[in-house]
C-alpha cells in the first residue's frame, strides 16, 4: 500500500501534498522536523493530517500526488482545512 496525504500547518496557512509507503513514520518525521531543509521544517507551528488517501502502486500514488498538486486538487484539499 502506498499514501497519498495533505497536512496543514494553521499558524501559517501552508498545506503540503505528498507520497509516501509508511504514512505514520513520515508524519513523525515531519513532526520532529529532521529534514532541515524540508518544505514542511521551514515553517513554525505544528502540521496536522487534513486528508490521506490509499492506492496499491507507487506509480497510482505518484499520478494522484500530481493531480491533488495542480490547482483543481488543491481547491479539493482545501475542503478538508479545519475551521
Known amino acids: 500500500m502506498f499514501y497519498i ?7 501559517n496557512n501552508k498545506i503540503y501534498i505528498g507520497q ?3 504514512l505514520e513514520e513520515r508524519l513523525d518525521l515531519t513532526r520532529r522536523k529532521i529534514f532541515k531543509t524540508a518544505y514542511t521544517a521551514m ?12 492506492v496499491q502502486t507507487r506509480a497510482e500514488a505518484l499520478e494522484r500526488e500530481k493531480q ?3 490547482y483543481r486538487g488543491r481547491q479539493f484539499i482545501k475542503k478538508y482545512i479545519p475551521l
Not at 496525504?5 to 499558524?11: E, G, I, L, P, T
Not at 515553517?43 to 490509499?54: A, H, R, S, V
Open 68 to 70: 491533488l498538486k495542480s
Open 43 to 54: 515553517f513554525d507551528g505544528e502540521w496536522e493530517l487534513i486528508y490521506k488517501e490509499e
Open 20 to 22: 509516501t509507503k509508511n
Open 5 to 11: 496525504y495533505a497536512v496543514y500547518n494553521k499558524r
